[in-house]
């Protein structure tokens, strides 16, 4: 146990004076970081950035059944690879930068609550991952409720993982804010059913991202996860790339005939993106196939049975497009069983400077290079409110990773992204607007005109702006702007 030195005080010929109780000036926490971590009952394991085991204290030996030569100066990697331990809680801060916690089940059976926080420099840089661990191994009742959930929040912004999810492939996404915790949720749990989906969002808030999270974590995960964007394929062929056709169909057509995306999706899961964009003919079609499970492709005699979980996306507000007559109720409903919206980006500034981090990050090992930012751009790139949503941040951080010569981007390389020039040409007077809603939709409009000015014709638009055609149309209809017809060829 850790002595405290004692400050006496003695007079001439006086007898000692009793001790006097310790101040808290007189110690220094620093010093006894030993006594300090053994005296808690829960286990502490200290790691640096690069996984390595600094420390661990007593109760962490007792809970895992582990020496401290088996951990400490470890890599935690490798620990996980020797099979030590089944998992790495520590591992996966170091990879997403955000406090995370997960169940560990250790050799000598004993089931902990392992919590990882991350904890960074002035200059926003990883440094070390303190992980608490909490023998739970006693609180059934406690256990059982946190293994039948995948996902939960918590009061400190992290994030809960059951060890079954924490290996996704495809489990990127930045996880910060209640909003996309509650969306990560629902993804979870919808993902052990084969009912549709039906996830909803602005173009460019990762819905595609979500779609194929869903899929890895079905039990279709083993099958294909076919992806079709409605709004990209002609209307004329929208039809044999859904259902298929046989030889002689129509002129053109393959001699041997095509599978249609259904079929191909077959045991697996098909992803129908921008579903809003489809015909009201075409929208029948669909819903048999929804109905019956089984397809028929053009110029077919017989139908065959379908077993692929069908996952549907738009950036329209269907509920409008069926009191408009443009969308079927119908299949409105049958699509709608498990609805899913996605918040923009607007709607989640917290995640907007810890996706920053871990995009740079990932951009940086992309291309070799190590960029960081001054605290000026920041701020201005965490205060933008992202109309293409976390599409346009990726492009945005990507340009400047590309185009900075410079280590530390500074606020003179903003100039070399579209981000910078639309903030500086916009004309927006704050006194003539009602709020953020006229402010989003005047700069809207003022890049719609910039990007027709830009180029020749509606695709080139459309893919300078990273749209769709008809997302395009529907936004130049919203804000009443004129198309000249050389551009609309």
């Not at 059982?144 to 996404?173: H, W």
């Not at 996860?225 to 709004?231: I, K, P, Q, T």
């Not at 964009?277 to 110029?299: D, P, Y």
Request: with cysteine; aromatic share 6%.
């Amino acid at each position: 146990m850790a002595r405290y030195a004692i400050r006496e005080i003695r007079h001439q010929g006086a007898e000692p004076s009793p001790r006097l109780p310790v101040t808290s000036a007189e110690i220094d926490p620093c010093e006894h970081f030993d006594a300090l971590l053994n005296a808690s009952f829960d286990g502490f394991v200290v790691v640096d950035a690069r996984g390595t085991v600094l420390k661990v204290n007593k109760a962490y030996v007792r809970i895992a059944g582990l020496s401290e030569e088996e951990i400490v100066n470890r890599n935690m990697a490798a620990l996980v690879k020797k099979g030590v331990l089944k998992h790495s809680v520590s591992l996966e801060v170091i990879k997403r930068r955000i406090p995370i916690t997960m169940m560990h089940t250790y050799p000598n059976g004993h089931t902990a609550l392992v919590t990882g926080t991350p904890v960074f420099d002035e200059d926003g840089q990883l440094v070390l991952v303190i992980v608490n661990v909490r023998d739970i191994t006693q609180l059934n009742k406690l256990r059982e409720r946190l293994g039948q959930e995948a996902v939960a929040g918590d009061p400190n912004g992290s994030i809960f993982l059951s060890a079954e999810y924490a290996d996704l492939p495809t489990f990127n996404l930045v996880i910060h804010s209640d909003k996309v915790k509650r969306c990560l949720w629902a993804a979870l749990r919808v993902a052990k059913y084969d009912s549709p989906v039906l996830i909803l969002g602005e173009s460019g808030v990762g819905k595609g991202r979500f779609a194929r999270l869903i899929h890895d974590a079905s039990p279709q995960r083993e099958g294909p996860f076919v992806h079709l964007n409605c709004g990209a394929i002609p209307e004329p062929l929208v039809e044999s790339e859904l259902f298929g056709y046989e030889r002689g169909a129509f002129t053109g057509a393959l001699t041997s005939g095509k599978a249609g995306q259904f079929e191909l999706a077959q045991n697996g899961t098909i992803f129908l993106d921008e579903i809003g964009e489809l015909s009201l003919n075409l929208q029948v079609k669909l819903l048999n196939v929804i109905e019956e499970k089984r397809v028929q492709r053009l110029g077919g005699r017989h139908s065959i049975a379908i077993n692929a979980r069908l996952i549907a996306a738009t950036n329209r507000d269907l509920k409008a497009m069926v009191a408009g007559g443009k969308f079927r109720e119908d299949l409105y409903f049958r699509l709608n069983v498990v609805p899913l919206r996605i918040p923009p980006l607007r709607e989640r500034p917290d995640d907007i400077p810890v996706m920053i981090t871990t995009l740079i990050e990932s951009l940086g090992r992309k291309y070799g290079v190590r960029k960081r930012f001054a605290p000026e751009v920041l701020h201005a790139l965490s205060n933008y409110h992202y109309p293409g949503n976390v599409r346009e941040l990726e492009n945005i951080l990507e340009r400047l990773v590309i185009l900075s010569d410079a280590e530390e981007i500074q606020a003179v390389h903003l100039s070399l992204c579209a981000f910078e020039a639309a903030r500086r040409e916009l004309p927006v007077d704050t006194n003539f607007v009602s709020g953020l809603s006229d402010m989003r939709n005047m700069f809207e409009a003022h890049v719609l005109r910039q990007a027709l000015d830009q180029c020749r014709t509606m695709r080139e638009t459309a893919a300078k702006l990273d749209i769709s055609v008809p997302t395009l149309w529907r936004k130049l209809r919203k804000h009443n702007l004129k198309v000249a017809r050389a551009v609309m060829e």
